[in-house]
């Protein structure tokens, strides 16, 4: 190998091992006051600068007097962790659910994340629920399942219920809804844990079950990996023969492997869940009532499977169709645009122009330095033709800067659309798109809604596009929408989501007996009916 080679790739080494030895000794280390403060005014600048609703619920006098009483509240040098739980308390002000403040972490060296790159914390994969002031595991893997149902009673001397109200401190809804706090912290806890405490080799946890308390330790270690059973019968048995696979079988394993994938894309599969974004079938014998589950409006190719469902719908004569969307944290504009044209018969305009407050919110949406710097010089390239393009989707009326998105025009709906009944569930954890998918619904009282009030709001959320700003000093994250998306309804008074006609909240018998009292309460009144 040329010599000149050899020494680059060491240069490039040994920066990238210098440049995370320095960052890791900036967040550890504590900073200056002034430090703090210019980090202070450098987040609420960037909130200032990019986010179009700043001050839709809060006044800009009172958002001035916290920002400025968090500087006068600084009075000694803090480390990044400490800082981060400051200003995050302050941000949520703002009342934007997709503002988010995050702690720097330390990094790793190629290394370290070469030792860790197999591993799991088995504890990072479990499901959780927060209910009746207590948390519960509702999932987990492998030889951890035993724990599901069982109750979390501390955390390395914690309990969950005081971990929880410290992180809901730190966070945001829409406006001034409560729903979504518990629902949210509760269901993504180890990632709100992750969050507050940083990485951690091992975990020790007690738990709760009907019969005893225990407590079980959670490190990091590789996942067993199943035996594959005709190969280790080959091995051991030196008389079975491998089998040559032909071409023909070769080509029928493509056409498995192709179909598979189309199935996977359609329904929305995640890997690391096992399980699907999208379901669709029916309750019961016959085909009265179609069920479609959605978990979120985030992967997967939603055009085919929309299309399929409702055509079968169509053919069958359904007259009842059940969309859950509790848990739904919403995802993509398009897709629920393109399930909404499935639901109305009528013309209809599915979002407002966006409010931003730059002609080039793409632009800065890539550039945000948190973003890596080979995306950041690639943007930089093609910034002449991003820009241009941005320019051309944007207007100002009356001193106001506007987004044109193809949703913002007349569109007509599905040729098969369905006319049928409609009953939508609903918690707190039904957030952004969901929420704005909802809001159409309940503003042209398309549907009968159950369970509890969604997290993201009626009259809109600051979304869209999202830029992440790393500050100079804390190197604390702050995260913003750029863009506000709203349905073309508005509800008074402002800041509240989208309200059940029947406000169901479930409990933790609900879940022992292996009760849905949500979809089971829908499937009362359609029997009724």
Same mark, same amino acid.
């Given at each position: $190998? ?26 550890? @280390? ?84 070469? @030792? ?49 109200? =410290? ?82 079988? =070769?080509?029928? =394993? ?154 913002? =025009? ?69 995260? $913003? ?43 009362? $009144?359609?029997?009724?009916?």
């Amino acid at each position: $190998m040329n010599k000149s080679l050899l020494f680059g790739i060491l240069l490039v080494l040994l920066s990238s091992c210098g440049s995370v030895k320095k960052y890791n000794e900036a967040i550890s @280390e504590k900073h200056s006051i002034a430090e703090l403060h210019t980090d202070v005014d450098a987040a609420y600048n960037q909130l200032k600068k990019y986010h179009p609703k700043l001050y839709q619920y809060t006044p800009k006098e009172q958002l001035d007097f916290k920002f400025d009483s968090l500087k006068q509240a600084i009075t000694a040098p803090m480390a990044s962790r400490a800082f981060y739980e400051k200003l995050a308390a302050v941000v949520t002000n703002v009342h934007q659910g997709h503002i988010s403040v995050s702690p720097p972490n330390i990094k790793r060296t190629r290394k370290e994340r070469k @030792e860790f790159r197999d591993k799991k914390l088995a504890f990072n994969t479990m499901d959780f629920e927060y209910l009746d002031s207590k948390l519960w595991v509702t999932d987990a893997k492998a030889e951890d399942s035993v724990l599901i149902g069982s109750q979390v009673v501390t955390i390395e001397g914690e309990t969950p219920t005081n971990l929880i109200k =410290k992180y809901n401190t730190l966070i945001a809804s829409d406006g001034f809804n409560q729903t979504l706090f518990d629902g949210m912290v509760g269901s993504r806890f180890p990632r709100y844990y992750y969050k507050n405490k940083g990485f951690v080799d091992s975990l020790q946890i007690t738990f709760k079950t009907t019969d005893s308390v225990f407590d079980k330790t959670f490190s990091w270690k590789k996942p067993e990996k199943k035996k594959d059973s005709i190969f280790t019968d080959s091995v051991e048995n030196s008389a079975v023969k491998v089998k040559r696979v032909t071409a023909s079988e =070769k080509k029928e =394993k493509r056409i498995a492997a192709r179909n598979k994938r189309k199935y996977n894309n359609k329904y929305g599969y995640v890997k690391s869940t096992d399980e699907f974004t999208r379901i669709f079938n029916f309750i019961g014998a016959d085909s009265t009532i179609a069920y479609m589950k959605i978990r979120g409006f985030s992967n997967g190719s939603y055009d085919e499977f929309y299309e399929e469902s409702f055509t079968t719908m169509d053919s069958l004569g359904t007259k009842n169709l059940i969309i859950d969307l509790r848990d739904n944290g919403g995802g993509r504009l398009n897709e629920i645009d393109e399930l909404y044209s499935y639901l109305t018969d009528t013309e209809y305009t599915f979002i407002e122009k966006s409010e931003i407050k730059t002609r080039v919110p793409f632009l800065n949406s890539f550039l945000s330095n948190t973003n890596p710097d080979l995306l950041r010089g690639a943007v930089l390239v093609f910034s002449p033709v991003i820009a241009t393009l941005n320019i051309l989707k944007t207007e100002k009326e009356n001193g106001i800067l506007y987004y044109k998105w193809r949703n913002s =025009k007349p569109q007509e709906p599905k040729e098969k659309n369905y006319k049928g009944n409609l009953y939508v569930l609903i918690n707190g954890n039904s957030f952004s798109a969901s929420s704005v998918l909802s809001t159409h619904l309940k503003a042209t009282n398309r549907a009968t809604f159950v369970g509890q009030e969604t997290g993201g709001a009626y009259n809109g959320t600051v979304a869209g596009l999202f830029r992440g700003y790393e500050l100079p000093n804390s190197k604390v994250v702050i995260r $913003m929408g750029l863009m506000q998306i709203e349905a073309p309804y508005k509800v008074e008074p402002d800041g509240f989501g989208v309200t059940p006609d029947v406000e169901i909240t479930p409990t933790r018998k609900d879940r022992e007996e292996g009760r849905d009292p949500e979809l089971q309460y829908v499937l009362d $009144m359609i029997g009724e009916q």
